[in-house]
């Protein structure tokens, strides 16, 4: 075997898209700095019971793991870093207010988020707690497409797309259902095949309300639809009530709006609004976030949580590439 030959998804970023990325990681945090959120650095490895506490099965089936030669326990390399802001938020900070953090790093997944993605993305993403008021959802996807729009008109990226949806609906329309039953409709509804789902379905309450989330996305009229199409359950009221609010919220940025109730990435432990940012013609997102309430909790200490991430390499393979630099002079 070769033995410059890299795993699959895993690359070097070469001169020119390097400084790329570094420039796109300043901006972002300068502008994550200036809206009062503070930078923390986690490190790339934790014990595993606590790097994928509260996160269920999501990212522990993306998590590399290894045993500390030191002290013989099992160790996790970070798939993620929102984890690791609401550990930090729960026992290192410990404030009773309103904590806003900020992050970039690399992670490593063991299997892609997305057929082309690396296995190695790098995030930039800003997290904030204790406030479980929409206002909060809509300051970061607000610092979310401030950080991001800019870029359409300086270097080239495509204009954006900003598809959000609920977690609460699913939730409630599942509330019946054994946990094994919910979680084989999760990839089914995410895939749109409402018929399959219907008769995985057959039994629960609102079985044909969960076949209908299938059908239930679009332009931000789908909200109106699905206030007619779904039980008038409180949960998925509020919950329709909290994506208003967010159309509303963000009517007039330069980015368009869709809603796509059977967006259920994350949903082990994503508690309310979901969303992701695509650019025009791309299948695959460049910056995802959402509501994490309970993520929180498991660390024993209860703090309403809302953030998203940025990855800077996907964002960078949708922009031209770089000038080639000017030879350095010799001596």
């Known amino acids: 075997m070769r033995n410059w030959v890299l795993p699959d998804q895993i690359e070097d970023v070469l001169p020119g898209r390097a400084w790329q990325m570094e420039a796109l990681r300043r901006r972002l945090l300068d502008g994550f700095d200036a809206a009062g959120y503070d930078l923390v650095a986690p490190p790339l490895i934790e014990f595993l019971?606590?790097?994928l506490t509260g996160t269920g099965a999501d990212l522990d089936a993306q998590t590399f793991k290894l045993t500390d030669?030191?002290?013989?326990?099992?160790?996790?390399?970070?798939?993620?870093?929102?984890?690791?802001?609401?550990?930090?938020?729960?026992?290192?900070l410990a404030e009773s207010g309103v904590t806003r953090l900020c992050y970039a790093g690399q992670v490593?997944?063991?299997?892609?988020?997305?057929?082309?993605?690396?296995?190695?993305?790098?995030?930039?993403?800003?997290?904030?707690?204790?406030?479980?008021?929409?206002?909060?959802?809509?300051?970061?996807?607000?610092?979310?497409v401030d950080g991001l729009t800019p870029l359409c008109e300086t270097d080239g990226l495509p204009p954006l797309l900003l598809d959000f949806g609920h977690a609460g609906i699913f939730r409630a329309l599942v509330a019946d259902a054994p946990p094994h039953v919910a979680a084989q409709l999760l990839p089914l509804i995410a895939?749109?095949?409402?018929?399959?789902?219907?008769?995985?379905?057959?039994?629960?309450?609102?079985?044909?309300?969960?076949?209908?989330?299938?059908?239930?996305?679009?332009?931000?009229?789908?909200?109106?639809?699905?206030?007619?199409?779904?039980?008038?359950?409180?949960a998925v009221q509020m919950a329709l009530a909290s994506?208003?609010?967010?159309?509303?919220?963000?009517?007039?940025?330069?980015?368009?709006?869709?809603?796509?109730?059977?967006?259920?990435?994350?949903?082990?432990?994503?508690?309310?609004?979901?969303?992701?940012?695509?650019?025009q013609g791309g299948s695959d997102a460049i910056a995802n976030g959402g509501r994490y309430d309970e993520v929180g909790r498991a660390f024993g200490r209860a703090r309403p949580a809302t953030g998203f991430s940025v990855d800077l390499k996907e964002l960078v393979r949708l922009l031209p590439a770089p000038a080639p630099r000017s030879p350095r002079p010799t001596a």
């Open 49 to 51: 019971d606590s790097l």
């Open 69 to 92: 030669p030191l002290g013989g326990r099992l160790l996790g390399i970070r798939a993620d870093i929102t984890p690791q802001t609401a550990r930090i938020d729960a026992h290192l």
């Open 108 to 144: 490593l997944q063991a299997r892609p988020s997305a057929m082309h993605h690396s296995r190695e993305p790098y995030l930039v993403g800003a997290e904030l707690y204790g406030d479980a008021g929409i206002c909060a959802d809509l300051e970061v996807l607000r610092l979310m």
């Open 191 to 234: 895939a749109k095949q409402g018929d399959v789902v219907a008769q995985q379905a057959r039994g629960l309450e609102h079985a044909e309300a969960l076949a209908r989330l299938c059908t239930l996305y679009g332009g931000v009229e789908v909200l109106e639809r699905a206030a007619d199409g779904l039980p008038d359950l409180p």
């Open 243 to 279: 994506m208003r609010q967010v159309a509303s919220g963000l009517a007039g940025l330069p980015v368009m709006l869709s809603c796509d109730l059977g967006e259920l990435r994350g949903f082990s432990y994503h508690s309310g609004l979901v969303f992701s940012v695509y650019a």
